[in-house]
């Protein structure tokens, strides 16, 4: 009898070290698989929401890309809660560039078309060649067709769209601009920009020739590798009263003069630049409620003050009225923090509804959003990915917006911007209890 307790002793000690020991185990799963930046999308280590209570209960828009030597690959738009999961999906017969949405749920998307530079004799930084209009179930409802076509567009009011186009100098602006520019070998000639609007019949309305309004002793062509473009524009935005005249302009970002500028839509007069070196290789330039200029500085080429400053890239925002820089974001002190930030090439930074600042910085599909007291309170890796790998990161996206769970009219019901938990976890969480339950 004594041996037999002794048994079953034994076996309530083993069953319950068991138990103890699944327990552990799930809750080191649990850690571990919603603590990490592989299975939980966030560079921080946690969750991408950090603060529920500050975060902006919005969608995230965005369209991985790979560069190829082929782009007559299908590509993807997605658009996603802020935790990752997909809430909806539209298919391109061609890899995406930038994407954006209309109040009523359709999405005007450019097309990096498979159009071969070496045939169109146009630069290829930034080329897509193909807008189109899809409805929610990605069926083409309007489509545009230009090689001269390159970087972000704009869904203006009017229905119309702000396209940038390539636009080659002559001999003689060749050198005029290309004198003040050293180390380059080339007599060829050089390309600027037009920045042009079309109508939904594809006819031109409204044109801007940049080689007709910007002058190359103050617009200098920055120190590119690259040296077949003189101001390479790569956003172009409505500004509907301008802070200088009460009238339209266009916010535009010419990254290789390392200038925003905004120009009358009338006159085609340049009504404000940024200040010399304030920005160097810039993008995505926005105009804001208060009158404020903001823009993600990438600050390629920039010099180090000291042997001990570590260069970085940063958000900015601007008074142009004073040129006074009101608010910026550098991501920290340290070098790390300053790398986790920097980037080369594309990005941007966009006000959301709540008055936060969302980053997107782009080649490493980083997206995060924070306070304007620059309080992390969303970071996130984005898990779509392009068809294939190239060059660049197959989750790099140009740019990544938000969209307001109320801004859109959706046309179907979408699970919420912010969920109680990831549908991922739950079903993870779901499958560590039933195991235990065996």
Avoid at 62 to 85: C, H, K, Q, W
Avoid at 211 to 220: C, F, L, M, R, Y
Avoid at 276 to 303: E, T, V
Avoid at 385 to 403: E, H
């Amino acid at each position: 009898m004594k041996k037999f307790l002794t048994y079953v002793r034994i076996g309530l000690l083993k069953l319950f070290f068991t138990f103890a020991e699944a327990i552990g185990l799930f809750a080191l799963f649990e850690k571990y698989y919603f603590d990490t930046s592989l299975t939980a999308r966030s560079k921080m280590g946690k969750l991408p929401v950090i603060m529920r209570e500050k975060v902006d209960e919005s969608y995230i828009l965005a369209a991985p890309f790979s560069i190829r030597e082929n782009n007559e690959v299908p590509g993807a738009v997605y658009l996603s809660d802020l935790y990752g999961t997909c809430v909806h999906k539209w298919k391109t017969v061609y890899q995406a560039s930038n994407a954006r949405l209309t109040r009523d749920g359709e999405l005007y998307v450019s097309l990096i078309a498979p159009d071969r530079r070496d045939v169109s004799g146009f630069p290829g930084g930034g080329r897509t060649g193909i807008i189109q209009k899809l409805d929610w179930d990605s069926t083409v409802l309007w489509e545009y067709k230009d090689p001269k076509i390159h970087h972000d567009f704009e869904v203006l009011p009017n229905g119309n769209v702000l396209l940038i186009g390539w636009d080659k100098l002559s001999n003689e602006q060749t050198r005029e601009v290309a004198s003040r520019v050293t180390g380059r070998s080339s007599d060829a000639p050089l390309w600027s920009d037009v920045v042009f609007e079309v109508n939904n019949r594809g006819e031109t309305v409204w044109e801007w020739h940049a080689k007709d309004h910007v002058d190359p002793a103050i617009d200098e062509m920055g120190q590119f590798p690259y040296r077949d473009e003189w101001t390479h524009t790569n956003s172009a935005t409505l500004v509907e009263k301008s802070p200088f005249d009460g009238e339209s302009a266009i916010l535009l970002s010419m990254r290789h003069t390392g200038r925003l500028l905004m120009v009358s839509k009338r006159t085609g007069a340049v009504l404000w630049r940024s200040p010399k070196n304030m920005f160097l290789g810039q993008h995505s330039p926005s105009f804001l409620q208060n009158g404020n200029i903001m823009a993600f500085d990438n600050g390629l080429h920039r010099l180090p003050s000291s042997h001990s400053e570590v260069v970085s890239s940063r958000v900015l925002q601007v008074n142009p009225l004073t040129d006074e820089i009101v608010w910026s974001l550098d991501g920290g002190k340290s070098p790390l923090e300053k790398a986790r930030l920097y980037s080369s090439v594309v990005c941007g930074a966009e006000r959301l509804r709540n008055g936060n600042i969302h980053v997107s910085v782009g080649p490493a599909g980083h997206f995060f959003e924070v306070t304007p007291e620059k309080e992390l309170v969303w970071d996130y890796i984005n898990p779509f990915t392009a068809y294939a790998s190239g060059i660049w990161p197959n989750n790099g996206v140009f740019l990544a917006r938000r969209y307001h769970k109320d801004e859109i009219v959706w046309p179907e019901t979408l699970p919420s911007p912010l969920p109680a938990r990831p549908a991922y976890a739950q079903i993870a969480i779901q499958a560590a209890k039933d195991s235990l339950n065996q």
